[in-house]
């Protein structure tokens, strides 16, 4: 099972990076599962690879990477990461890329547009214009968990974190939290999310976290 760590450099690896984003949406629970419109549709997987594709060409602190098991087919995507290295300041402009906004079926549900403004809120507060590396997107094939792929990307950002003495940044679900936090995040503040109100069970958090830099060696 050796693992590879690539940046994504074709726009073919980012249908599967959004095929593999779905997933790990749909099966994770809590509030993520409730962000799509059902099961995975061709039509799903082009609008969020749309954005992808988009966000890969034009966005010029955005890194996207992926873990490929070289034991399966020749080197299988299991894993991916969307990465911002905020080397300087940024313009309000270039910030407002960070903000997701609800539109067209979006608006319908109610969840996603509930999160999202949770996510635009946050990252004004926390992110904004400043130099930082942010951790936007990071999900794993759920057949391919406890694998380490995940780590694995999180340690590729952090290096450059750490390389630039600039500080980390993400939203953590309950079930990335604790590795976060064995990697230096901490809580700045938790959103709790009353399922009920979207025709599920139960509470879900989202946990803001930052993590400082570590000095590099010489």
């Known amino acids: 099972m050796p693992l590879e760590v690539h940046r994504i450099t074709s726009p073919d690896d980012l249908e599967t990076f959004a095929r593999i984003q779905i997933l790990a949406f749909a099966s994770g629970g809590g509030i993520a599962s409730l ?42 995507m299991i894993a991916g990461a969307k990465w911002r290295i905020s080397e300087k300041e940024k ?44 951790l936007q997107i990071l999900v794993t094939d759920p057949e391919h968990h406890r694998k380490g792929a995940g780590s694995m990307l999180l340690k590729w950002g952090l290096s450059k974190a750490d390389e630039l003495g600039l500080p980390g940044f993400l939203e953590a679900s309950p079930m990335g939290k604790p590795l976060y936090e064995r990697m230096g995040f901490r809580t700045q503040e938790t959103m ?10 139960g ?15 010489a």
């Open 35 to 76: 962000l799509s419109h059902g099961p995975m549709t061709e039509e799903h997987v082009k609008k969020y690879t749309e954005r992808h594709v988009k966000s890969w060409r034009d966005e010029k602190d955005v890194f996207y990477l992926k873990v490929v098991d070289t034991d399966v087919d020749g080197g299988k």
């Open 91 to 134: 313009t309000e402009e270039e910030a407002q890329k960070m903000y997701p906004t609800p539109e067209g079926d979006d608006l319908n549900n109610q969840a996603l547009v509930d999160f999202m403004a949770f996510l635009n809120r946050a990252r004004k507060q926390y992110v904004n214009t400043k130099p930082i590396c942010f």
């Open 192 to 201: 709790v999310f009353d399922l009920t109100k979207y025709g599920a069970e």
């Open 203 to 217: 509470e879900d958090t989202n946990t803001i976290m930052i993590r400082e830099p570590s000095p590099t060696k």
